[in-house]
């Protein structure tokens, strides 16, 4: 590490980052992030391999973060491709321009490397900007196919608070090119033997060792004092500034104040100083090291210098510096605006406002959705605003969050914006800002994106308006979710306006309308249609937004009509415009609805996996209908698995805490599943209410009644949930919009409800096409269980031959179930043969009448098992061996049985 003149240590890590750049001059790319605290030797480590990269022959580009507010998105980017002579590409401001200039940018990465690699270093990352660390895990899939070394350095000490930061190492943690190197302090007799080399004694040079940690940065700077050893380095660091002239110090504080870079031109405008006396002092600062010809030399002495700068002078050197950039270099737009706003109060704050919306601007047209969103805000913050103001501001601000993947936060924006537009009296305005909310269909019941259209189209004049016809697109698709009335008549009133206009923005609201209005069962057949107008849509606009959904309808769908082949290929389509999109929704959709396609196959663990990464897309940042998609799912799974593990505490609060009755419904069929009982029955009254489910959730939420009302009755309930049921007979249990779970054929549940009310005949018949149908679509897990169920309504009705048949079921059950995985259904088709068999012939025996009265007493498995000393396995095979012996299918007839014969 550079001591003084020399370099010192690191041996290792230059050996590493030298075999890193090796492979990346063969064609295999690495990323290396060098990481710990300020003055570590990071950039010094960086420079030492430049300088190896450079004697043989590799180009070497550099970039450094700013931690000015007022640096432009992909400041770093940009610094590298200008060191390399490179453009820096731009695009419009959506998702697709965004993917299209990561990529234009990694094929000027690639074309500069050639013919003998290249090595480019990013300094300073824990001050990069969002969307450059965006870029960089862009960058990082595909490094391993390109003849590039990344060196990023970065400090860990800076991370707390750094969202995006934290965000994009945690993406980068999974890339195989990475390689982590952590720089510790110097050794004692690293120090000593450097120093030494400068005639500093011994022992000086120990306890400035031992009083820096070996930082070398705090090293070089305790070693110039060596005759009055400072307690810290800003002391140190004041000492120096101290012995500068009056004029120099308060221009290096008016410099530092203003940020990293110094600009001669600048400081002379600003302190109202001649260029040459300017000149003069920033030539002092240089020689006591303090500034170089172009900036400090380090962020600590920056700071400990602006820190010296009275607030007063501090405002106004910003004010200054912002009209002088205005009248200079209008184009640096970040810049200025972060100066107006830093020069408040003191500066005008109309001014700032306005800069920083322009800022904004640039930077949603530049894709930085993060930076875009602050700086409405700020705009926002700085100045008094009108109504019309509030509610512009905060309709591109919420824009902005909602790109970027915050739901939950850019719909409270939006919340508020829509207020001041009312406040405003901007019908228009209003209806923008309902449909920045288009396609965020909420069971949960609290976005208001309908609402807020229904109100806009209340004033707004009628006719062919394309606001207007997504506004009622945008209602109808509302209304149809909730099964409100008039959503068909407006949404086929709004497809016929589209159609007319010929507007495709108005032509894909429609469409999305129609879709949402038409997802209950009897609809599927038209939505596979409307899916085609849309990928159509989305292929003659090349718009991969539009197509992400045409894709999703379509997968939908294919599952509830059970042509899962079909389904699998169409998961494939949908990775694509996913993949363009880069936006964190567009890859949860896709995980969510890989998940579904794994579940269906038995491929549990590829489905935990999906899930899993969905889930943490969209924790602490998206809405909790969002979060709750994948925590559903996982509980299916371990219903179907016995993991319980999967579904934590936490996650399960979202239902006990947040979710509507239809969640309690679905959540409750889960417990039944896990065998808690008592739980399952709160939530089962909980999710009975008259509220209706959406409309989407029409079979999912029928099939669960049916379930747990075979379980906890009524027998009417069941019936009811069976009527619902019965005329989709030929489809598969899965949502209208939005498929996240797929549980077989409707068949199966109609074995069930038929089973429950003692139709046993109707009951074998509708498993054995629910087993046929499953096989067909190929879906083991399901037809597994409605083999299960087969067996032992067989075991039932017992007419000659049923036994028999009931056992070779049971047999085949298991064999399968343990093969998938299912451990609950193994063990209870385990339990059910060998009550068939006689293992447990007879009567109930005194253990099992133990067992029956503690079920009827409403005990889980789980009490039972502790009650009586026994694994939870165990108690479950006895409720199982009972059902078996009593010719009962459900706890609640166990309970009856006990009372009529006690």
Known sequence: ?????????????????????????????RLVLVVGEPGIGKTSLARELARHAADTGVPVGWGRASDDEGSPPYWVFRQLARSLERPFPTGDANAEARFQAFEAFADGLREAAAPHGLLAVLDDLQ?????????????????????????????????????????????????????????????????????????????????????????????????????????????????????????CRRLVATAAVLGRDVDPAALAEITGRPAADVLTDLDEAAEAGIVTARSFTH???????????????????????????????????????????????????????????????????????????????????????????????????????????????????????????REANDPALLGEIALAMEGLSDPWGSFNGAKIAREALAELPPGDDPLRARLLALHAGEAGFLGGDHAETASAEALAIADRLGDPDVLCSALRARQMVRSAPDGVHERLALADRMIALGEDRDDADVLLWGHLWRFDA???????????????????????????????????????IAIARGRFDDA????????????????????????????????????????????????????????????????????DRVRSAEFYRRGSGPQPAPVPATLPVAAAAVELGVEFGPPEAVERAAAVLRPH???????????????????????????SAGRLDEAVRESRLAIAANDEAGTPPYATLARFELAKTLARRARPGDVAEALGLAASVSATAAQLGMAPVR??????????????????????????AHVADGLTNKQIAALLHISERTAESHVQHILTKLGRTNRAQIATWVTTHT
């Open 1 to 29: 590490m550079e001591l003084g003149r020399g370099f010192v240590g690191r041996a290792g890590e230059l050996d590493l980052l030298r075999a890193g750049l090796a492979d990346a001059r063969a064609g295999h790319g």
């Open 299 to 421: 962020d600590l002495i920056r700071e400990s210098a602006a820190a010296d700068l009275p607030t007063a002078a501090r405002l106004t050197a910003h004010a200054r510096m912002a009209a002088w950039l205005e009248r200079r270099d209008p184009a640096r737009t970040s810049e200025i605006a972060h100066h107006w706003l830093e020069s408040l109060p003191v500066g005008d704050a109309a001014i700032a406002a306005d800069r920083a919306e322009r800022a904004g601007d640039q930077a949603l047209s530049q894709l930085a959705w993060e930076r875009a969103a602050e700086l409405y805000r700020r705009a926002l913050d700085a100045a008094p605003a009108s109504a019309a103001d509030r509610a512009r501001l905060g309709h591109h601000e919420g824009v902005a969050h909602l790109r970027g993947g915050e739901i939950e936060r850019g719909s409270q924006v939006l919340e508020l914006a829509a207020g001041a537009a």
């Open 558 to 596: 294919l599952l509830m009509l059970g042509r899962f082949g079909e389904a699998e290929t169409e998961l494939g389509a949908l990775r694509l415009p996913a993949e363009r999109l880069r936006r964190p929704l567009a890859r949860w959709h896709h995980l969510r609805s890989s998940a579904t």
């Open 729 to 755: 007979a030929g489809l598969f249990v899965t949502g209208g919009a939005g498929s996240i779970l797929v549980t077989g054929s409707v068949r199966r549940y109609l074995a069930l409800a038929a089973a």
């Open 827 to 852: 063990d209870a088709a385990d339990a059910l043969a060998a009550a068939l068999r006689g293992d447990t012939p007879g009567p109930l025996t005194r253990r099992e009448r133990e067992v029956a």
């Open 608 to 675: 935990v996996e999906a899930l899993q990464q969905s889930f943490a897309l969209v924790a602490d940042r998206a809405h909790m209908s969002l979060q709750g998609v994948p925590i559903t799912v996982l509980a299916a799974v371990v219903g179907l698995t016995g993991r319980t593990s999967l579904v934590t505490p936490a996650m399960e609060s979202i239902f006990t805490e947040h979710a509507p009755p239809f969640v309690a419904l679905l959540h409750s069929a889960w417990l039944l599943q896990i065998g």
């Open 127 to 247: 001050w990069a900007d969002a969307a450059s660390l965006a870029l960089l895990v862009h960058l990082a899939r595909d490094l391993d196919r390109a003849p590039v070394l990344i060196v990023a350095t970065y400090r860990d000490t800076e991370t707390t608070g750094r969202e995006a930061l934290t965000t994009a190492l945690a993406a980068l943690a999974r890339e195989p090119v990475l390689t982590r190197i952590r720089l510790a302090g110097l050794t004692e007799a690293e120090v000593v033997d450097r120093l030494g080399r400068d005639g500093i004694p011994a022992e000086v040079a120990t306890l400035v060792s031992r009083r820096s940690g070996g930082n070398p940065f705090f090293v070089n700077e305790l070693a110039r004092f060596g005759d009055a050893l400072p307690d810290g380095v800003v002391d140190t660091v004041r000492a120096r500034l101290a012995r500068l002239g009056e004029p």
